[in-house]
T-cell receptor
Framework: GQNIDQPTEMTATEGAIVQINCTYQ??????LFWYQQHAGEAPTFLSY????GLEEKGRFSSFLSRSKGYSYLLLKELQMKDSASYLC?????????????FGPGTRLSVLP | KAGVTQTPRYLIKTRGQQVTLSCSPI?????VSWYQQTPGQGLQFLFE???????NKGNFPGRFSGRQFSNSRSEMNVSTLELGDSALYLC?????????????FGPGTRLTVT
């Protein structure tokens, strides 16, 4: 089956660093994505990992370990505008080809 | 460059009716995916189209269907609407088909079934 787990909510302070974890179990794997979604808005792409290791993109970094079925999104120098939901998604191989499986999302609140 | 556009933005239908939603991808993008988002189930993949062909499909009943036109614009149709179909339907486009291509989401169509 397919299963993606993320913490439901997290709280952090402006200027701090926060790590959002994602664990997944899928029948196939063809890449892991992180998206940011502000309330009432559409998701926006943050990062993509297909090989093990760390991908850095400004204040945001994403890590992947395929053998452990584990990823994390690291947000540095937190800003108030980073308050949003963060969605982990895996491109899985299903019965009808590849499809995207999304986690439930982690709602991050950044406090002053 | 204009982003992904979806029409209509809001829609109210009654049970048993059918509905068609439209998505225009970013110019030059050839792949279009559709998602359903609800508070209880989160974001769920419906299907992906590329070159007018359905390439991937999620775990939804046959009442949900879609198509893509030669200009990459896409439509999705839901027949015999049920109350549980009330959701935000999101369309996303990407430059090409296959792993790694970044998806750009449209603003969504909010469907309410009464």
């Amino acid at each position: 089956g397919q299963n993606i787990d993320q913490p439901t909510e997290m709280t952090a302070t402006e200027g701090a660093i926060v790590q959002i974890n994602c664990t997944y179990q899928t029948s196939g794997f063809n890449g892991l994505f992180w998206y940011q979604q502000h309330a009432g808005e559409a998701p926006t792409f943050l990062s993509y990992n297909v090989l093990d290791g760390l991908e850095e993109k400004g204040r945001f970094s994403s890590f992947l370990s395929r053998s452990k079925g584990y990823s994390y999104l690291l947000l540095k120098e937190l800003q108030m505008k980073d308050s949003a939901s963060y969605l982990c998604a895996v491109r899985d191989v299903g019965n009808y080809g590849q499809n995207f499986v999304f986690g439930p999302g982690t709602r991050l609140s950044v406090l002053p | 460059k204009a982003g992904v556009t979806q029409t209509p933005r809001y829609l109210i239908k009654t049970r048993g009716q059918q509905v068609t939603l439209s998505c225009s991808p970013i110019s030059g993008h050839r792949s279009v995916s559709w998602y359903q988002q609800t508070p209880g189930q989160g974001l769920q993949f419906l299907f992906e189209y590329f070159s007018e062909t359905q390439r991937n499909k999620g775990n939804f009943p046959g009442r949900f269907s879609g198509r893509q036109f030669s200009n990459s614009r896409s439509e999705m149709n839901v027949s015999t609407l049920e109350l549980g179909d009330s959701a935000l339907y999101l369309c996303a486009s990407s430059l090409d088909y296959g792993q790694g291509y970044e998806q750009y989401f449209g603003p969504g169509t909010r469907l309410t079934v009464t």
